[in-house]
């Protein structure tokens, strides 16, 4: 004959009122009692707010302690810390009327004689209910958590969609990225498009304040009000020098009006100024009191000549590498998008040359933190950056390699998001451009 498997043992709080009543019941739990744990409370309410450490399935109280709120005090007990409460037994030496009146509902009833083996099996009895209970609260709880679990896919699948599935890339040019969220859904984000007909490329990179969920939702909503914001406002004559709008040696720098030889036009303000702007309008007059906002770098390039204009919304400044070994910040010309109404965003210039390239990211690079909290850091990112600009593939791969080496073991802390751009050198160009002859 098979062996019965050992029972759980039952925890139990007696409610001692020094009656004779509660006498009768201790003896009867003491009495052979070694799959069940006692402990005693003074009172009803003693026992109910709970005795540190034990983990009651029962508490036994004389029926003349029960109140009318007796019922309903486990019952709040359960909802303020999410738990089953413990069962009430009321024990009297018999049953009148005025005691099934003053029952509440929920409570059961044990009647002498206190028999040991009587009193024990009604013990187990509601002990397995509670178990049983427990039961039923986590599996309902496990749903729940599934069904978060698939709506958090969804909008991560929803989110990925987002992001661009290939990156343009005019003649000449290579652009390449890299995004790890955190967690299922991030807030950081990246974009590339063309405009004006595929002469002109705009690209950006951001990081909303936050993470998880709330942080995700409000990405999508910077980047669709960013991008439909550029592609409104398309018309940049004003950037092509075959236009006779402006020439190359025009200083377009944001800066002292009187200091400089030529103001920006008002049509060149168009994808850059009104996407930016206009997105700080949109969310602060329609969403302030969700307290979100984004740091953003958005840049437009010409293709043709390198030329580079770009706002910086209290993002990360993006660095230039230069062939020369010389490099160049990109720094902030503005605040961050969403933070302050009618804020005033300037217009940055810079050019591309021939094998520069332009590595832009967000703060989850150099606050990547090591199993012994220690940051990547500003100097090492740059030095990997430094050794890795061949191509715009190799520069983000080699940094994401060494940020994961740093990171180790560790949990990831923030968003990595990376994007570089580089203008090849005229022979890669040339060579990219030449079909290969089979052998």
Same mark, same amino acid.
């Given at each position: 004959?098979?062996?019965? +498997? ?8 007696? #409610? ?12 009867? /739990? ?66 009148? @009327? ?12 044990? /009647?002498? +004689?206190?028999? @040991? ?34 709506? #958090? ?9 987002? /992001? ?52 995700? /939702? ?38 002292? +009006? ?44 010409? @293709? ?30 503005? @605040? ?104």
């Amino acid at each position: 004959m098979a062996e019965q +498997p050992a029972r759980t043992p039952a925890r139990v709080v007696l #409610v001692d009122d020094a009656s004779e009543a509660a006498g009768a019941v201790g003896r009867a /739990l003491a009495n052979g009692a070694a799959a069940i744990e006692t402990r005693s409370a003074a009172s009803l309410a003693e026992a109910l707010a709970g005795i540190e450490g034990f983990d009651a399935d029962v508490i036994l109280v004389g029926s003349e302690q029960l109140g009318s709120q007796a019922g309903a005090a486990p019952r709040a007990r359960s909802a303020a810390n999410g738990a089953v409460a413990a069962l009430l037994l009321a024990y009297a030496p018999a049953f009148t @009327p005025e005691l099934g009146r003053a029952l509440p509902d929920g409570v059961d009833v044990l /009647l002498a +004689p206190f028999l @040991p083996e009587l009193v024990r099996a009604r013990i187990h009895a509601l002990a397995e209910r509670r178990r049983l209970q427990y039961q039923l609260l986590e599996r309902a709880v496990d749903e729940e958590l599934l069904k978060l679990e698939r709506d #958090v896919q969804i909008g991560r699948t929803i989110q990925l969609g987002f /992001l661009p599935s290939s990156l343009p890339e005019p003649k000449g040019w290579q652009v390449h990225a890299c995004f790890r969220p955190a967690r299922e859904v991030a807030g950081d984000f990246y974009d590339a498009f063309e405009l004006v007909n595929g002469r002109r490329l705009g690209f950006l990179i951001a990081d909303v304040c936050d993470k998880g969920v709330g942080a995700a /939702l409000f990405m999508a909503l910077f980047r669709s009000l960013i991008r439909s914001g550029a592609q409104q406002h398309t018309s940049l004559s004003w950037m092509d020098p075959r236009s006779g709008s402006v020439t190359e040696d025009k200083d377009w720098l944001a800066g002292d +009006p009187s200091q400089r030889r030529q103001s920006l036009p008002t049509i060149g303000t168009g994808s850059l100024m009104n996407a930016i702007a206009g997105t700080n309008d949109y969310i602060l007059a329609n969403h302030m009191e969700q307290g979100y906002f984004a740091t953003v770098f958005f840049a437009v390039l010409d @293709p043709s000549n390198g030329t580079l204009l770009y706002i910086n919304g209290g993002h990360n400044p993006p660095v230039v590498l230069r062939t020369d070994g010389s490099s160049e910040s990109l720094k902030t010309t503005g @605040p961050a998008v969403g933070m302050i109404p009618g804020a005033k965003f300037r217009i940055g210039q810079t050019r591309l040359r021939p094998g520069d390239v332009l590595f832009a990211y967000t703060d989850g690079v150099p606050d990547a933190r090591s199993s012994d909290g220690e940051f990547y850091g500003l100097e090492r990112m740059l030095e990997s950056v430094h050794r890795g600009t061949a191509s715009a593939r190799e520069l983000i791969e080699g940094v994401e390699a060494h940020v994961t080496r740093h990171i180790a073991d560790a949990p990831q802390f923030d968003d990595i998001t990376m994007l570089a751009v580089r203008r090849q050198l005229t022979s890669e160009a040339d060579e990219a451009s030449t079909p290969s002859i089979a052998t």
